[in-house]
């Protein structure tokens, strides 16, 4: 079986390990999101993509879900003592060599999803990791800005998620980039040669959203022919982690399982996977031309996530059939 998932995160890393435990001899390839890339201290980070590659490869701090396990910080102590900035933005000293391997790479001519896979070959994530694009895409927060006199000011998404934490509304999510991308060498075969293809619990605006925001990729994944299914981030009316209802409401989105799946709408999605606590959105989501169950979807261990890709698995057979 060749499954294709589009990843974000902390979330789309985690389902990733329950897939592969529930589908051991499947062909995963995974487009990774780049829109949450950032450069900090001369050097190209890339969140998303090393999250999946640390949780994967067994390098990941399982406690906060992305950097490295046995972190230490000493550079970045180093560097707050020459005032050097941003101090909001923790870098570890591991993490620190993965960015530097990638800065390096790409200041040599390699496009990202060469330096991907060259960053893969020591972790051996199990799947084939792929950046959206090669191209430079990042996702920028609308904001009001209090010394603008009521005007507004974008901002990076990093800086938005991780300095401000959500704290102040979101008029407008931008992947700056985006319209001027293209996929990144291999994501629009591994979507033509796919057998399902999976939207994981991740955030549907700026993890999934900003994927299917290169041009090309929606549709060739409306256009595969093969079952697409997605399963909720949104349980109870809210997210099960991190803040995905501050960049919901900015695009007119209500935070339930029901409203993100008409967003991502029955033009792309077949099928999608609410909560059991949601179980009263099934019938709205059907109506709307999408299949769909409630089922467990609280990623608690590696056994509740895999039961998780196997429901997600089945429904596709149902689709297909």
């Known amino acids: 079986m060749r499954i294709v998932v589009l990843a974000g995160g902390i979330g789309g ?8 435990s529930a589908a051991p001899d499947a062909e ?15 050097l190209k980070v890339c969140p998303d993509l090393d999250t999946v590659m ?35 933005f923790g870098l570890g000293d591991r993490d620190f060599a993965t960015h530097i391997v990638r800065t390096q790479m790409l200041g040599a001519g390699y496009p990202l999803s060469a330096v991907t ?5 020591r972790w051996q994530p199990g799947v084939k990791l792929l950046p959206m694009s090669d191209d430079r895409v990042e996702t920028h927060v609308l904001i009001d800005d209090p010394e603008a006199g009521g005007g507004r000011r974008a901002v990076h998404f990093q ?33 033509a040669a796919a057998d399902v293809v999976l939207f994981p619990p991740s955030n549907p605006i700026v993890s999934v959203g900003t994927i299917l925001a290169v041009p090309g990729i929606r549709e060739a994944i409306a256009d595969a022919g093969v079952p697409v299914v997605g399963l909720s981030p949104i349980v109870g009316d809210a997210p099960v982690r991190g803040m995905a209802d501050k960049v919901l ?65 089945a429904l596709a057979e149902e689709v297909r059939a």
Request: glycine fraction near 12%; hydrophobic fraction near 50%.
């Open 13 to 20: 890393a985690r389902f990733l390990r329950g897939l592969i």
């Open 28 to 42: 995963i390839t995974v487009v990774g999101n780049t829109g949450d890339d950032i450069h900090l201290f001369g």
């Open 54 to 88: 640390y949780t994967l490869g067994g390098g990941i701090h399982e406690e906060q879900g992305w950097g490295r396990a046995d972190e230490t910080f000493a550079v970045k102590d180093e560097l707050a003592a020459y005032g050097v900035g941003p101090e909001w």
């Open 117 to 121: 896979e060259a960053l893969c070959a």
């Open 159 to 191: 800086e938005y998620w991780v300095r401000l934490r959500a704290g102040v509304p979101a008029h407008a999510v931008v992947p700056v980039g985006a319209e001027q991308s293209k996929p990144a060498p291999g994501v629009l075969e591994a979507i």
């Open 249 to 313: 409401a900015a695009v007119g989105v209500q935070a339930t399982a029901a409203a993100v799946a008409a967003h991502y709408g029955s033009g792309l999605l077949d099928g999608w996977l609410v909560d059991t606590v949601d179980a009263g959105a099934t019938a709205e989501v059907e109506a709307a031309g999408i299949r769909c169950r409630a089922v467990p979807l609280m990623m608690t261990d590696l056994a509740a996530t895999a039961q998780m890709a196997r429901e997600a698995l």
